[in-house]
């Protein structure tokens, strides 16, 4: 069966094709071994980012965000259907991310994807988007195999999760306040850097010193598996204060602050993961959502894994940040794992706060 996938839920549109066909059988919690290949079932995904225009608000602005879904949500369909060569009578079911998100940006993509499935009178399927994101790394040349431990971390979460299926999934532990995400954006904005800030503070952190400046790991020894990054970005706050005026000076301040700030962050990350790893006594680490493109992290993380034996996948670089392909490949695994994930009621409920633990045996 050929899958639309729409995503919409922030900054970006994103629309796929994924043919479950191509990919070979499934089975509900089967590994990504033998006859099932899921990243061969991706047949296209196309892509509008937004950054560039709610840059200048320094954030994302929500009621642009919705308006700019409405302009390339249909010339995004037709690239797709294109570039794959299929006319929209070929689609078979839509996914769409129903949430959590912006809840003007999730109804623009919720509303098409309604409209169009219930024209074309096929189904519609509404993913979880972080459900999205802990699937993509099946989108990987090398795909996981179930049971793992992913580690979310995306601009509104960061979670650990123990995940043994599709739809099997457990929380391990979460950040109490801001997600790992949001203090790379925060950090970024104290040091004058654009939006969004994850790859512009990684990008200064590398010309920086390791050990030049020492940030606070929040909750590294709580014996916990729960997170706290507003502090960290407290820390950096009453540093930035302290940074030099003058040039080269300043330029290697800011720069040792960014490694000081992205060194704690991989810190926390890498110690909680490897705790998680330990609790459940799983082998494998799963990272997944914008955080996972981070240059340090996927080095810190592999460095880890190497010494300590552990499988590690990430998703490929360009399915990282939000796309329509993990929302297509989610709707096709939810609709393979189980037929009454096919909904025909068509109504635009979008979930703008959806705890990705109300999907466990949904
Ligand atoms: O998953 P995502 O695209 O959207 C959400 O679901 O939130 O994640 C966006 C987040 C932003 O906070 C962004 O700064 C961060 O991912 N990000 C990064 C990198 N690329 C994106 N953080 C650190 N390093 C990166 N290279
Ligand atoms: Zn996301």
Redo the contacts with the bound molecule.
Sequence with gaps: MLILGIES??D?TGLALYDTEAAGSFAPGASSKGSWNPASGLLTHALHSQIEMHREYGGVVPELASRDHIRRLIPLLGEVLNRAGKDKHDIGAVAYTRGP?LAGALLTGTAMANALAMALGKPVIGVH??EG?LLSPLLSANPPAFPFVALL?????TQLMRVEGVGRYELLGETLDD????A??KT?KLLGLPY????A??ALAEQGRHGAVTLPRPMLHSGKLDFSFAGLKTAVLAQARHLPASDPEAEQARADLACGFVDAVVDVLGDKSAAALKQTGLKTLVVA???S???Q?CAALAAKAKKSGWKLHFPELAL???NGAMIALAGALRLQADAEAADWSYTCDVQPRWPLEDLVGA
């Design positions: 839920s922030c970006e998100g988007h972080l994101h971390v995306s601009g509104g979460h997600a790992a995400g949001e790379f954006d970024a969004p800030g994850g790859p503070v990684s959502g914008g955080v493109a981070n240059k992290l990282c940040t939000d």
